[in-house]
């Protein structure tokens, strides 16, 4: 089972760049790592997914290193309303069951 | 769209009630999901629907049942309530089960069992 593991909280300011990494040592050959976003009362929200190097979107980036075995979301020019938690996720789908694997969640902070 | 409904938002039980959260999508998801998320932690897997008529434990499955009602709804039932099943309860579908498929979640149950 990948076990992820996030930084509890981080501070930004409007306009800055940010970059919350994830670990996932355990990782397998297989799975997919996809971040979330959740803002208080609501459900989390998918931003990014990738498997390997970088994927981008219109909102986020993402870095995969070669080993996997961490994974960087990048939020350019971050804004009040990017204050959120967000939520890696370790997914592995077979049919010995579904492994999914929530990290604890950073929670970003914006300021203006 | 709705896209994933919950029902109830809210719900108080006493020890030893039960109870069963509904989930329904309408985006002809063909898998859906139940987790639970307690205070400062991520979201752990209850049970899955990898398609209709299939369902599957996740990783905490203890103390819950579920059903795969028909293509669009799934619920979860808690069948003696314990304090320890306080949390907020999330579903989620998406279109398959597999490593690619974004899942959407719907906004929650907050459980509180007394």
């Known amino acids: 089972l990948a076990k992820t593991t996030q930084p509890i909280s981080m501070d930004s300011y409007e306009g800055q760049e940010v970059n919350i990494t994830c670990s996932h040592n355990n990782i397998a050959t297989n799975d997919y790592i996809t971040w979330y976003q959740q803002f208080p009362s609501q459900g989390p929200r998918f931003i990014i997914q990738?498997?390997?190097t970088k994927v981008t979107n219109e909102v986020a980036s993402l870095f995969i290193p070669a080993d996997r075995k961490s994974s960087t979301l990048s939020l350019p020019r971050v804004s009040l309303s990017d204050t959120a938690v967000y939520y890696c996720?370790?997914?592995?789908?077979?049919?010995?069951?579904?492994?999914?694997?929530f990290g604890g969640g950073t929670r970003l902070m914006v300021k203006p | 769209n709705a896209g994933v409904t919950q029902t109830p938002k809210f719900q108080v039980l006493k020890t030893g009630q039960s109870m069963t959260l509904q989930c329904a999508q309408d985006?002809?998801?063909?898998?859906m999901y139940w987790y639970r998320q307690d205070p400062g932690m991520g979201l752990r897997l209850i049970y899955y629907s990898a398609s209709e008529g299939t369902t599957d434990k996740g990783e905490v499955p203890n103390g819950y049942n579920v059903s795969r009602l028909n293509k669009r709804e799934f619920s979860l039932r808690l069948e003696s309530a314990a304090p320890s099943q306080t949390s907020v309860y999330f579903c989620?579908?998406?279109?398959?089960?597999?490593?690619?498929?974004?899942?959407?979640f719907g906004p929650g149950t907050r459980l509180t069992v007394t």
């Open positions: 985006m002809n998801h063909n898998s």
């Open positions: 989620a579908s998406s279109e398959a089960n597999y490593g690619g498929s974004e899942q959407y």
């Open positions: 996720l370790v997914a592995r789908y077979n049919n010995a069951g579904n492994m999914l694997t």
């Open positions: 990738g498997y390997k």
